[in-house]
């Protein structure tokens, strides 16, 4: 039968008339066994499940839409999002509910959010098993008591096997995510991806939380081992986020999103969802060994004849992933929160080698790095991607902000200044030279640089101003090589470096031009300049 409960009012948001089978929070160990039965994947040699996602292997986000409606007609940056009719959406949930009849589903009830005041109580319905699992991993699982009755707030469908009508239901081909603020409800059909189902929760709360003073993260976050220093990772993919988190001498709260109230700093989900292309035992051991045991689940992952994993073939895509719950890390947190954070981390992967290793912003400052959302791509992370090309994807997750970067921005720069947060910039990219030219910054003196700006030390070495940034760069750090605390002494050829330094400043300019007219002059200023650069 369909699942009981419904919304916040008893209604059931995706009422089948005539369901198949609806296999409801099953167990991990039973999804899996599902799962190979159903052909859905096969189990590697360690026992971990290994599937492939078919043409989309990673988010269709042209194929994503928000119901345009009074709820959110004056709160959605509509600049960033597609909008659908409602009358469109209405047809789309027929369909859905069409093609539904008599189908076998997964149901989850799961929570995201570990903190009780403000999590949110979702509901899954999912056509694939292994769909299933991996949700179970990504958000928080109740325990028996609190499934007793539970009305969920927030519903998602997922049915891969289901194909959109651009006519009919005006998209833009036969992938749709539509998301419907005021029906709390979401529709996926098309792909295959699983993380398109975890985003769409993170998207949702992305517009609801903001409204309730609690700041939605796309980050990482860690804490000392007393509990008593948190830290926040912004990043974009490839920037090191989910790898510089996973340290073995703090304590894990999550790899990928979380939420800062009035209370401290929480996780919204119970599991991680890490890259593993050229994923080794040595630079990244927890998410390696994490990868490897029974119950992680692999999404296009080559595995060989002998059922080894590959992590180093990108045959299906580069965008290899594991999912795994958070306990298989060994020195993760049990109640996914912490107090509030002595120390934000803003991660850039800098290939045109501009950058110093790191740097402490003001609290302005960092209103303008949150909004630009810098980092660079080069050639083999992107199908069709040529040497370097720039991204700026503001508040380090666009696809995910419903509402205008400004009101992200100004909650941040709030919390920062209300719990005197210490904020860094921290660049994994390039150094002496942009890539091709130099060499990628060394994990040692990044993690080198990271433990003493989390430590404390480093607010207290003695500082330089960065002329282009006007940022404050450490002269010396013991452990790290000097040389590459500033990055235009590590160029063999100066001008080269100040050319390279110029075409940078005019993107960021460029770049921020739309953000101007929503801050205030002092984040304005933080903008860079070429003026004193070879100074």
Same mark, same amino acid.
């Given at each position: ?15 089948? #008339? ?10 991990? #160990? ?96 999912? #056509? ?82 903001? #409204? ?10 860690? %804490? ?102 958070? %306990? ?53 992370? %992107? ?132 953000? %101007? ?19």
């Amino acid at each position: 039968m369909a699942g009981t409960g419904g919304d916040a009012a008893g209604k059931d948001s995706f009422p089948i #008339e005539n369901p198949g089978t609806h296999h409801t929070n099953f167990s991990a #160990e039973k999804l899996i066994e599902h799962a190979v039965a159903r052909q859905e994947g096969t189990l590697t040699d360690g026992g971990a499940l290994a599937v492939e996602t078919g043409a989309h292997t990673g988010r269709a986000a042209r194929d994503k839409y928000i119901v345009r409606d009074a709820t959110t007609e004056d709160a959605v940056w509509w600049d960033n999002n597609q909008a659908m009719s409602p009358d469109h959406f209405e047809v789309l949930l027929q369909d859905f509910l069409a093609h539904a009849e008599g189908r076998d589903l997964y149901m989850q009830e799961l929570f995201a959010g570990a903190d009780a005041d403000h999590r949110l109580r979702a509901r899954i319905y999912l #056509e694939y098993a292994w769909h299933a699992l991996f949700i179970g991993y990504l958000l928080r699982r109740p325990d028996a008591s609190e499934l007793e009755g539970f009305s969920p707030e927030f519903t998602v469908v997922n049915l891969p096997s289901f194909r959109a009508d651009p006519q009919r239901h005006g998209t833009r081909s036969d992938t749709v995510i539509a998301c419907d603020f005021t029906r709390k409800l979401v529709l996926i059909g098309g792909t295959s991806y699983a993380g398109e189902t975890k985003k769409s929760v993170f998207g949702y709360l992305n517009f609801l939380l903001p #409204e309730k003073g609690v700041m939605p993260m796309h980050c990482s976050a860690n %804490e000392s081992p007393d509990g008593g220093s948190s830290a926040v990772f912004f990043g974009l993919s490839g920037t090191g986020k989910t790898t510089l988190s996973a340290d073995p001498r703090r304590t894990l709260l999550g790899d990928d999103e979380h939420g800062w109230s009035d209370k401290g700093i929480y996780n919204f989900e119970g599991g991680c969802y890490a890259k593993t292309i050229n994923l080794s035992r040595e630079a990244e051991p927890e998410i390696h060994a994490a990868s490897l045991r029974a119950g992680a689940l692999l999404e296009n992952v080559i595995v060989g004849a002998d059922g080894a994993p590959d992590f180093d073939d990108g045959a299906l895509t580069e965008n290899t992933r594991s999912a795994y719950p958070l %306990e298989f890390i060994p020195n993760a947190s049990s109640s996914g929160t912490s107090e509030h954070p002595r120390n934000i981390v803003m991660l850039t992967a800098d290939a045109y080698g501009v950058l110093p290793p790191i740097a402490k912003l003001t609290p302005s400052q960092a209103m303008y790095h949150f909004l630009s959302g810098y980092t660079a791509k080069v050639a083999g992370t %992107e199908k069709g991607l040529d040497g370097v090309q720039a991204t700026f994807s503001t508040c380090f997750g666009a696809p995910f902000m419903p509402r205008h970067p400004s009101v992200y921005g100004n909650l941040l720069r709030e919390l920062i200044a209300r719990h005197d947060v210490d904020c860094w910039l921290v660049n994994t990219g390039w150094t002496s030279g942009e890539y091709g030219v130099g060499h990628r910054m060394p994990i040692k003196a990044t993690r080198a640089l990271l433990n003493a700006a989390l430590d404390g030390s480093l607010a207290n070495t003695e500082m330089r101003r960065d002329p282009i940034f006007g940022f404050q760069v450490p002269i010396a750090v013991t452990g790290v090589d000097s040389a590459i605390l500033n990055p235009r002494d590590t160029w063999a050829d100066k001008a080269a470096y100040d050319k390279q330094a110029m075409a940078l400043v005019d993107m960021f300019i460029e770049n921020f031009a739309k953000f %101007e007219s929503h801050v205030d002059a002092d984040v304005r200023k933080a903008a860079p300049a070429m003026r004193d650069a070879a100074e």
